[in-house]
């Protein structure tokens, strides 16, 4: 699980995380009537506790009426403070909930918009569980703590007041001794806290311990590895036993002492306070109410580190969430395209082209790549894996820009175009598809969202997919992904194609995965590719040279070099060239 790192408050990221305001602002109203709200209820606890006090004194002096004046004074509070409790929680949800909501968005419309390069140095899983703890954690700040904070500032400023204008000899006495036992109690049981979660790595350590070797059990036996693994899983339950025992020994020392204390403290405060009253100082219902105010200060005095420290934890979320919203994005979030009667005729050259991923910037991917294709031509890219094909298609859809060199769309260099109309004129039908849990015909919209139906099953029909669609119970309204139905793979790469076929793109771009599959989807696949190749600028990464003896022009790529360019037939006459070599290898497959 992750935890967001308390940082240290500096000013700077004090007033920089104000900025979450901005999010607070248009609801500033109910906002400001939940702050009344909580003014209200925290001073009216207080004068619950002061006039309890008083009641004692009436019921001493058997004042009967006002008893009952004071005792309907009560009932009064009691009933300001529930309307005033339940209506602060309900206006600081209604700034929350929506607040918070347009943060989410805002976050993940932003992370839509970012490059490859700020995923390229992330670890997607890491990313999302922290952002969503990072946003439950200013949440939790924003309904619960912030107002926390507020009452108990207000509960400690009003009490030691009240207490102050009945006796500020007893105010002072008291001031002495319980705020620090708080404090110390506070200090000592994050320490216990501390110390209670190294246990419970521990016991994570002994849980992952048991996971692997249960589900490895087949390499234990067959290793004969029982008595290895019995050793490990005994060394961390032992240690389990010994931090359990310091924890015991911690925990004890300090449940003891705190009882001494804290009893110490409320014997030595009644002890002077019973003093004033019998010189007459202070009356026994001050005393009482004394003592609950003082029970109650103290209480907020320990509450307060806590809801502190919570607060600073948000001030870490939040600058972790300014972070992401502040990275450069690479374009701008629109609905639709206002341009979409330019069309590209599909021209493309790589001049000179080199690059290096952002993560290993030592390490050449690409070096100095010079090629280019004539519109509606097909282009195929081979080479052993690693060579940095699939890099070259995502240089082509602008997912990372060259870092030497130049990419030419229909002439123009590629980074001057609206990078949301030129990823519209292309579309990749990629080795691994992925799609979105959703029904069929949603994924296949993917490709032109406001398609007709029979759009849809054209292009389905186009990929060869209609039929296995049909076949299903529900059709196109079959759910796929994780709780729907799972497809095959070649059936997976069908619903790419139709998407794709959708889309109708200029330049197409296939990493083909024929590979994986088995030979009558192998064929159907096939066949829908070149369906959907016909009339468009297409680069296809070749893993089976056998599809692509076709191709206009074939470009043989090794460790980020062009070594070899022709077609199949002028490839084939090359004596030791790497393509003749590499047909050789896959001859009979
Ligand atoms: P191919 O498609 O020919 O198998 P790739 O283009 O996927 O090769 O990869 C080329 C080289 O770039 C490999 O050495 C690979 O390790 C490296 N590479 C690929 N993707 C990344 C990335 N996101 N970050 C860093 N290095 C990468």
């Not at 009537?33 to 006090?53: P, R, T, Y």
């Not at 806590?306 to 629109?334: F, R, V």
Request: contains cysteine; positive net charge; proline residues 3%.
């Amino acid at each position: 699980m992750l935890h967001t790192e308390r940082k240290r408050l500096t000013k700077q990221s004090f007033r920089r995380s104000l900025r979450i305001f901005r999010y607070i602002s248009p609801y500033r109203v109910p906002f400001i009537i939940g702050l009344i709200c909580l003014a209200i209820s925290s001073v009216s606890s207080l004068a619950i506790f002061s006039s309890l006090g008083e009641l004692i004194d009436f019921t001493q002096q058997n004042f009967k009426e006002k008893v009952w004046h004071v005792t309907l004074l009560l009932g009064i509070l009691l009933i300001i403070q529930a309307i005033t409790s339940y209506l602060r929680i309900y206006t600081f949800s209604i700034v929350t909930e929506n607040s918070i909501a347009k943060l989410r968005k805002d976050v993940f419309n932003h992370l839509l918009i970012l490059p490859m390069q700020f995923y390229a140095s992330k670890r997607t899983g890491e990313l999302s569980s922290r952002i969503s703890s990072d946003i439950s954690t200013i949440k939790d700040s924003l309904t619960t703590y912030l107002a926390e904070f507020i009452r108990q500032i207000i509960i400690i400023i009003g009490s030691v007041a009240i207490m102050w204008s009945t006796s500020w000899k007893l105010a002072l006495f008291m001031l002495a001794t319980l705020p620090a036992l708080a404090l110390f109690a506070v200090s000592f049981g994050r320490y216990v806290r501390k110390l209670s979660k190294k246990a419970q790595n521990q016991v994570a350590e002994s849980q992952t311990i048991v996971e692997e070797t249960l589900t490895g059990m087949v390499t234990v036996k067959a290793f004969t590895g029982e008595w290895f693994e019995s050793r490990r899983y005994a060394k961390v339950t032992d240690d389990l036993i010994r931090t359990g025992m310091k924890n015991a020994v911690v925990r004890g020392i300090f449940a003891s002492t705190l009882i001494v204390f804290l009893f110490g403290s409320v014997v030595a405060i009644v002890w002077f306070g019973s003093n004033l009253v019998a010189k007459g100082e202070i009356t026994g219902g001050n005393l009482f109410q004394f003592f609950l105010l003082s029970v109650f200060m103290a209480g907020s005095v320990g509450g307060l580190a806590d809801t502190y420290s919570q607060l600073q934890k948000s001030i870490g979320a939040t600058e972790n969430l300014l972070d992401i919203l502040e990275e450069k994005p690479e374009m701008k979030l629109i609905n639709e395209l206002k341009i979409d009667d330019k069309r590209f005729n599909g021209s493309i050259e790589f001049i000179n082209v080199s690059f290096a991923y952002p993560s290993r910037k030592e390490f050449p991917v690409i070096r100095n790549l010079s090629f280019s294709i004539e519109p509606g031509k097909q282009l195929a890219i081979v080479g052993p894996s690693g060579a940095g094909k699939s890099t070259i298609t995502a240089l082509l859809l602008r997912l990372f820009e060259p870092t030497s060199g130049t990419i030419l769309v229909d002439g123009k260099p590629a980074a001057e175009y609206d990078l949301t109309f030129y990823r519209s004129q292309m579309a990749l039908v990629p080795q691994d598809v992925i799609l979105f849990g959703g029904t069929i015909r949603e994924n296949i919209l993917y490709g032109k969202p406001n398609a007709t139906e029979n759009e849809i099953i054209e292009a389905a029909r186009k990929a060869n997919a209609h039929e296995f669609i049909t076949s299903f119970p529900d059709g196109y309204d079959t759910i796929v992904g994780e709780r729907g139905t799972k497809l095959s793979g070649g059936q997976r790469q069908r619903i790419a194609i139709a998407r794709a076929v959708l889309s109708d793109p200029a330049i197409l771009l296939l990493d083909e995965a024929t590979s994986s599959l088995d030979s009558e989807s192998e064929r159907q696949v096939q066949d829908a590719l070149e369906k959907l190749m016909q009339g468009r600028t297409s680069i296809v990464i070749a893993h089976r040279l056998s599809t692509i003896r076709n191709a206009d022009q074939i470009l043989v790529i090794d460790r980020g070099e062009l070594v070899e360019k022709g077609d199949h037939q002028t490839l084939m006459q090359k004596e030791g060239g790497l393509y003749k070599y590499l047909t050789g290898l896959q001859v009979g497959i």
